[in-house]
């Protein structure tokens, strides 16, 4: 850090103790308390608790309707994370282009950045849904929403949308920095514009879209629960809830207050795995700039 | 490099398609929160603004409230956001400027909140929010969020970029940290701040489950929650209805969007420098 | 000679018991202010209506001040209460869903009503009550709470469709069979799909109850201990859904999904001719069908041919928490005598399309002339009279109901996909024990 410094014994610590207050109060306590209640059965009423070992998580790992909740979400980032990105990709490239009106475009097309997850499932839901969806009189196929194998679909669409903006802005950013000179010197070398794409731009482009990787997987994870809870609640059968739904249900709908605890405690390893894998794109990073 | 006629027009064509994909949804819901249940339900479906307009923006805001809602999301977004930057400005003042013992160690512990976002703390943070009185309450919304990782790197990253000389030169005038840190640092961090501002704004506004949990009362909720109660409140689903609540609850993130877009693609560079 | 003895002790100790019990009707201060609290789970203009009520009982009784609050929904109140209970700050009064009835009453948190009315001699006349209204909420014989608002199903027909398929416009289809051909001859008649409900266990229960079927063992969770199996993927159950599936299968319904607005919408948009739903919405569904003038029948909700049973009450009812002092248990007792008075359910029922749960309360609305405004209503109201009582259709009761629910609404959206009607029920059904294994584990 800092060669030159305050010198004040007392000051350092005026100056943390707000957040840290903040994060032992509502951070830190919250935390330890859910991974403690993740031990112990708790009664639904009166909160009494009876240390219980590993029993929810046995009950966990034996259920299947979790199990599948697990994939589900897993299938859930990875489509979105591919979709999106892929698409934002091609569409950053397009805006890198030069020609006229290119600021108008760059506007019109992060904006949705804006938007809520929970206003995508409203706009979704109006175009898709079974009484009068305005897909549904296109096509004449409205079980969109509730037929169990198409739901999903529509939900992965509705994320991948909302979270366009986001992306484009990112590879926008990314692809500006991508030294020109390095795709001059490939275009001497005979390079078309496909092959300098993969091989110079894309190179230059991977700690971003790793960046991008992870944001993406949390937001797929975490911050899709509007979309869905607007969209479908979970349903048709259960074919749209994933943990996230998953755990609000059990904890908030059903009381279940260890068994919520120890989803809770899973959703951490997969933030602690996700958030890893960060810091080693970082590290990558540093290595190419 | 030269483009050649043909080239262009195949640009621009990809990129009124892709604005045309990104737009739709919300071009269609603008079309028909004007018009009225009969003209929605129509077919083939009316591409054309309606007669409704006035009727369902009147319905749409007084059926939830959503001037209420959309106050109760200000008021939490924005003391979110000052909250989270004042702390955030503290601790990396703290982090940069001072050197003093177990700081590694409490520089660890704010990393570490990376690790814990709402959904992982749950099942106890609602308990420690209803002992304090908090369920269904500005404080339980606003106190919890406060503290920020993310502010917290971003700050330390803008301060770390500030001449050393600057510093030693205000020691010279006698200056204390304090004075130094209002009189130079924060005009240097002006626009760092605009951009976390930005950020932290659309987040908060745009939040979804802890509202959802930490509130119950009709005056209480915030509008990301309206736009599923007028859903449900729509007995027959009035869509040009809800769509109006839609639009409404979309434009004051959007307003922000195109007015501080400078500051937003600067908070979005920092954002992945983290 | 020792087991008269025996016998004589037992009959000594009874007797002692009686006599305390007696002895424990408490003499308060009936004019003592007090001031109590009452939460509810009632939005929008309902909010206005309650306050109403709690402001005319008040001027009844100025002694007593009553702090109404909205909670939000059921299980957003009940929460509520629980950490309330734990805090100290509970109200004296909270309003709780049908189907966390036998959690309530395990709870260790409520006073069962009918002991609170017998301890300060105010008893309340059940016998006033509509039969599936306080049969749903008497559990071994005691009424735990008052129920407040109570609803059915009920089939909506649209006339004019029906009268353009050549069917009965005044005699609607009552049962499976008569349903379904009248879905089939409106089907003929141009409706591509006559028939939807949207996506609820509570229909699939209802027809349980009126074949006079268990929902759950243990009498319908009834006997005193906690049921341990669903049984509702027995006959009764595998009746209805064949029924219901087969209707999809053929196209004759259509599948709405969840919620409660997109069968209200295809009802009034006249894409379906018939529609299932809760007897609360007759003003509202009269109303969209009159927007594009066509006229609305209502009709009992279809059984098996022949089946006896009858309707369960759905809804909610308000509960008493057990940490009062006398003077507020009294105060409490009687809001909720006042709530379910003939005066208050006549202003409940005109404002919201919930039934009045008395009988008085309906007798007055007939000489009031209120049924030949409101044709509609009668309809619910002789589907209720006719409902005999019997443990079955008093409606089973369940720890676990709200999830069990979601297993019965899986259930059915597997067999749209074409599981076998049989197989997905067996499937929920255990998927609903393991359920109840853990929670009736958790609750001791």
């Not at chain 2, 119950?216 to 990301?224: E, F, G, K, L």
Request: hydrophobic letters at 45%.
């Amino acid at each position: 850090m800092k060669s030159s410094s305050f010198k004040n014994p007392l000051l350092p610590y005026v100056l943390l103790i707000p957040t840290f207050l903040i994060l032992v109060v509502f951070l830190f306590y919250p935390a330890f308390e859910t991974f403690r209640l993740s031990l112990f059965k708790v009664h639904p009423y009166s909160g009494a608790e009876r240390f219980a070992g590993f029993y929810n998580f046995k009950k966990i790992f034996t259920n299947p309707e979790y199990l599948s909740s697990f994939w589900r979400s897993l299938v859930f980032a990875v489509t979105v994370v591919i979709i999106g990105l892929m698409f934002s990709l091609f569409v950053a490239v397009l805006l890198n282009q030069k020609a006229r009106g290119m600021k108008l475009y760059r506007s019109f097309l992060i904006w949705p950045y804006a938007l809520s997850p929970a206003i995508a499932g409203a706009l979704f839901n109006f175009l898709f849904n079974p009484a009068n969806g305005l897909i549904g009189y296109f096509t004449g196929v409205r079980t969109w929403l509730t037929d169990s194998s198409t739901a999903m679909f529509i939900i992965i669409i509705a994320a991948v949308w909302k979270n366009l903006g986001y992306n484009i802005v990112f590879y926008l950013t990314a692809l500006r920095n991508v030294p020109t000179s390095a795709l001059e010197a490939a275009a001497i070398d005979g390079a078309g514009p496909v092959r300098r794409f993969f091989s110079i731009t894309f190179t230059y482009l991977s700690p971003i879209t790793f960046f991008l990787m992870v944001m993406n997987t949390t937001y797929a994870y975490f911050a899709c629960f509007g979309l869905i809870d607007v969209l479908t609640e979970g349903g048709p059968a259960g074919s749209t809830q994933i943990l996230i739904y998953q755990l609000y249900k059990d904890f908030f709908v059903h009381s279940k207050i260890g068994y919520a605890a120890a989803e809770s405690l899973i959703l951490f390893l997969l933030v602690v795995g996700i958030t890893m894998l960060q810091f080693q794109t970082t590290e990558k990073k540093v290595h190419y700039q | 490099m030269i483009q050649t006629r043909f080239q262009t027009i195949r640009l621009h064509t990809l990129l009124i398609l892709a604005v045309l994909i990104i737009c739709l949804p919300v071009i269609l819901a603008i079309i028909i929160s004007t018009q009225s249940e009969a003209q929605v339900l129509s077919y083939p479906p009316r591409l054309i603004p309606g007669s409704s307009t006035i009727d369902n923006y009147n319905k749409a805001w007084r059926t939830v409230n959503l001037g209420r809602l959309m106050f109760n999301s200000g008021v939490i977004a924005i003391s979110v956001t000052i909250g989270k930057v004042i702390l955030s400005l503290l601790s990396a003042f703290a982090f940069t400027h001072f050197e003093f013992k177990g700081k590694q160690f409490f520089f660890f512990l704010i990393l570490v909140t990376l690790l814990l976002p709402v959904p992982v703390r749950i099942v106890a943070l609602f308990d420690v929010v209803r002992g304090f009185g908090w369920i269904d309450s500005y404080a339980g919304l606003i106190i919890p969020f406060w503290a920020s990782a993310t502010g917290t790197f971003l700050f330390i990253q803008r301060f770390k970029t500030v001449p050393v000389e600057l510093i030693d030169a205000s020691r010279m005038d006698g200056c204390r940290p304090m004075q130094y840190f209002f009189r130079i640092l924060l005009p240097l961090t002006k626009s760092t701040i605009g951009a976390l501002c930005v950020i932290e704004f659309i987040y908060i506004w745009n939040q979804y489950l802890w509202p959802l949990m930490a509130t119950n009362s009709d005056s209480m909720r915030v509008v990301q929650i309206g736009i599923k109660m007028l859903m449900n409140s729509e007995s027959s689903n009035n869509w040009g209805v809800i769509m109006a609540g839609v639009v409404i609850s979309m434009l004051p993130p959007l307003l922000l969007f195109f007015v501080l877009q400078d500051s937003f693609m600067k908070g979005f560079a920092l954002q992945s420098e983290k | 000679m020792k087991k008269t003895l025996f016998f004589a002790l037992i009959a000594l100790l009874a007797a002692l018991l009686v006599t305390s019990c007696k002895g424990d009707k408490v003499k308060v201060d009936e004019n003592a202010q007090v001031s109590i609290g009452f939460w509810h789970a009632m939005s929008g203009d309902r909010i206005d209506l309650i306050q109403g009520i709690v402001d005319k009982f008040m001027a009844e009784n100025p002694n007593i001040t009553v702090d109404v609050q909205y909670t939000g929904s059921y299980n957003e109140t009940l929460n509520k209460v629980r950490s309330a209970m734990k805090s100290g700050d509970a109200p004296q009064v909270f309003h709780s869903y049908e189907i966390g009835t036998l959690g309530l009453i395990n709870s260790g948190m409520i006073s069962p009503l009918d002991t609170i009315a017998e301890k300060y001699d105010l008893p309340i006349d059940w016998d006033d009550f509509f039969v599936p209204v306080q049969s749903y909420y008497k559990y071994q014989g005691v009424h735990y709470s008052m129920p407040f608002n109570s609803s059915t199903p009920l089939v909506y027909y649209n006339k004019n469709m029906f009268a353009d398929a050549g069917l009965d416009t005044e005699n609607p289809p009552s049962t499976f069979e008569e349903i379904r051909k009248a879905a089939e001859k409106l089907k003929a008649s141009g409706v591509d799909t006559p028939i939807t409900w949207n996506l609820h266990s509570w229909y699939f229960e209802q027809m349980i109850c009126l074949q006079d079927a268990p929902f759950v063992n243990d009498k319908n969770g009834r006997s005193g201990n906690l049921p341990t199996e669903v049984l509702f993927n027995g006959d009764a159950g595998r009746t209805v859904l064949d029924w219901w599936i087969g209707m999809y299968n053929d196209g004759l319904f259509l599948d709405v999904g969840p919620g409660w607005s997109n069968h209200r919408a295809a009802f009034g948009s006249g894409e379906v001719a018939m529609v299932m739903s809760s007897s609360s919405d007759v003003n509202l569904l009269t109303k969209s069908l009159a927007e594009k003038g066509w006229e609305m029948g209502t009709g009992y909700i279809p059984r098996p041919e022949g089946a006896k049973g009858g309707v369960a009450i759905g809804g909610g009812s308000l509960w008493m928490t057990n940490d009062n002092t006398p003077e507020e248990e009294l105060a409490a007792l009687k809001l909720l005598e006042y709530i379910s008075n003939a005066e208050s359910q006549i202003a409940w029922h005109k404002g919201t399309g919930y039934f009045p749960v008395r009988i008085s309360a309906m007798d007055q609305l007939k000489s009031e002339g209120w049924f030949d405004e409101n044709p509609n209503y009668l309809v619910a109201f002789n589907q209720l009279l006719d409902s005999p009582e019997t443990l079955n259709t008093a409606g089973g009761l369940l720890g676990t109901f709200p999830e069990t629910r979601e297993f019965v609404q899986n259930a059915i959206q597997e067999a749209y996909a074409g599981k076998p009607v049989q197989e997905a029920l067996d499937d929920a059904a255990a998927k609903a024990n393991a359920a109840i294994a853990d929670w009736n584990d958790l609750i001791q």
